[in-house]
């Protein structure tokens, strides 16, 4: 089945991919942030040096096991200047 019926990636799917086929590096902020109520947050962002120039987006805020919605994953994929087609994201 394909895209957009196909089932969405987990996020530790698509974060393995991210990193093993377009060295991206999955980094975690070295301070939390706090939420009005004030619980804690711990904030990951992606990284991937593309014609010598470091590149950032922030990773969605996901359980390893939890999908990906193929909305986020366009968005990712445009902010690390990864071709969409490359997961599948392709509509012709």
Do not use: W
């Amino acid at each position: 089945m394909a895209y957009p019926f196909a089932k969405a990636p987990t996020f530790a799917e698509l974060r393995d991919r991210l990193v093993k086929e377009f060295n991206c590096k999955h980094i975690k902020l070295t301070a939390n942030v706090r939420d009005p109520k004030g619980t804690e947050q711990e904030i990951y962002y992606f990284e991937r040096t593309v014609n010598k120039v470091v590149i950032r987006a922030v990773g969605p805020d996901l359980k390893d096991e939890e999908r990906v919605a193929y909305s986020v994953i366009r968005s990712l994929c445009v902010k690390l200047k990864i071709d969409p087609a490359e997961f599948g994201l392709v509509l012709g």
